[in-house]
């Protein structure tokens, strides 16, 4: 086994032997083997070890029998306790998607801090083989049915070309230590009833189950690249990419015989999961959105339009006080004095200083806001004259007002209000200019 893993890395990940790694280490079987195997081929690495604190004594003796191991070996150890199954109530989820998350998370934390390459973790066949059916039984596309990936950025699995059979032989054979989590036996979570009541009966069916999978995984990787070949091309044909948002052309979208398959290609990596809401968008009404956890797909006139959530920043407010020159956040503006009006435009416009209340404040529009539109009569509210002109909701999201004494002086960079434009009774001209 040490001999196939030696070559496995050096056939499929060459570059650990030159990274610093952290090894995710539980305690368990496969982990231990992980270890075993990266110490004997004296590859660079730490290990990292999470005590969710969810089998109380047992989750401690886990923690104390890794950094024992470790100081044994003289190899450099990470620890964290988190508070698991509290952080799950307070949230929401289930205990299996918070600990990933938390480990996860803290992973790359020590990355970060201490100068580490890659994580390496010890998921192995049978693991990819219950993803697969977990996926299958809950439905899902192509990605879903590939089990785990071998590499996924940093995170590298090197032990998925074993088996658990593989991985238990040789730590027995070898004399390995390691740690039984009690909770393996148990069929209160999805995957150890798989493992347990599934798996089982797959293998009475067929003995050479993992084979048949791995072999299964081989064509379905093969079929992804075709189908992610293929959702570039026609991505680059219909859709138009800003600093901030895409879009998606409807009429040459819906001129696609598979433009579901498309839509689920393109949005699923931003956290989309409503898909038949998503699929029936195209014929939707204008303004219908559909969201994720990060990002918002909007279905406009000609387009369907992905932008990302914006911070909560409605609530922020900025303020200019008299005689200021410039201000620097939320936008870069001028602001001066000047003899004449010249050429006004949409990011720039001239006022009347004497009618203004200092400080100015700078704040994103709300519901209800009125102003007075400057070159009509009368007041309209700015959710009408956004509507009236064809503003797209992430404009919407985007924009500022310039307020004095609650009044609207400006929405900045598209209409000025009337009732601070310059008259012949003007006697002290403010120029405010919108910077690029």
């Given amino acids: 086994m040490l001999t196939k893993f030696q070559n496995h890395l050096s056939t499929n990940f060459p570059f650990l ?122 439905g899902t596309g192509l990605d879903g049915l590939i089990g785990i990936p071998q590499q996924n950025g940093n995170i590298v699995r090197p032990l998925l070309i074993f088996s658990r059979s593989e991985i238990e032989a040789f730590a027995k054979e070898n004399k390995l230590p390691w740690r039984e989590d009690s909770s393996n036996a148990s069929d209160k979570y999805r995957r150890n009833k798989v493992r347990h009541q599934v798996i089982p009966v797959l293998k009475e069916l067929n003995p050479s189950l993992l084979h048949s999978f791995e072999n299964t995984v081989k064509n379905l990787q093969q079929a992804q690249t075709l ?111 000047v003899a004449d009006i010249t050429n006004p435009s949409s990011s720039t416009i001239f006022v009347d200083e004497d009618i203004l209340t200092f400080p100015l404040q700078i704040r994103k529009w709300e519901e209800g806001d009125v102003f007075f539109p400057l070159g009509m009569n009368g007041k309209k509210k700015v959710s009408k004259f956004f509507k009236d002109e064809k503003i797209a909701l992430p404009d919407k999201l985007n924009t500022w007002i310039l307020c004095s004494d609650n009044q609207i002086v400006w929405i900045i960079g598209k209409r000025a209000d009337n009732r601070f434009k310059i008259t012949k009774q003007t006697t002290n001209i403010l120029q405010i200019q919108l910077q690029e």
Wanted: a negative charge.
């Fill in 227 to 337: 189908v992610d070949d293929a959702a570039q091309i026609v991505y680059n044909q219909v859709a138009t990419k800003t600093d901030n948002q895409v879009k998606i052309s409807l009429v040459k979208l819906l001129k696609c015989r598979n433009y579901k398959a498309y839509l689920y290609q393109w949005l699923q990596p931003f956290g989309f999961t409503d898909w038949e809401v998503i699929y029936d968008l195209p014929q939707a009404q204008s303004g219908k959105k559909v969201f994720s956890e990060t990002h918002i797909l909007l279905k406009d006139r000609v387009s369907l339009i992905l932008f990302p959530k914006q911070t909560d920043d409605s609530r922020e407010q900025f303020w200019i006080e008299k005689n200021q020159k410039d201000v620097k956040v939320p936008l870069k503006m001028l602001f001066c004095r």
């Fill in 17 to 138: 032997k030159e990274g610093r790694l952290l090894l995710a280490v539980s305690g368990g079987v496969d982990s231990m083997v992980l270890l075993y195997l990266c110490h004997q081929l004296q590859l660079p690495f730490a290990v990292a070890h999470c005590n969710f604190q969810l089998r109380g004594d047992e989750s401690d003796g886990d923690e104390q029998f890794v950094k024992a191991l470790c100081e044994e070996l003289k190899i450099p150890v990470f620890t964290q306790k988190f508070i698991t199954a509290a952080f799950a109530e307070e949230h929401k989820l289930s205990i299996q998607v918070v600990a990933r998350k938390l480990r996860y998370e803290w992973f790359e934390t020590v990355l970060l801090n201490h100068d580490y390459d890659y994580i390496l973790t010890a998921h192995q066949l049978d693991d990819s083989l219950e993803t697969f059916l977990i996926n299958f039984s809950r």
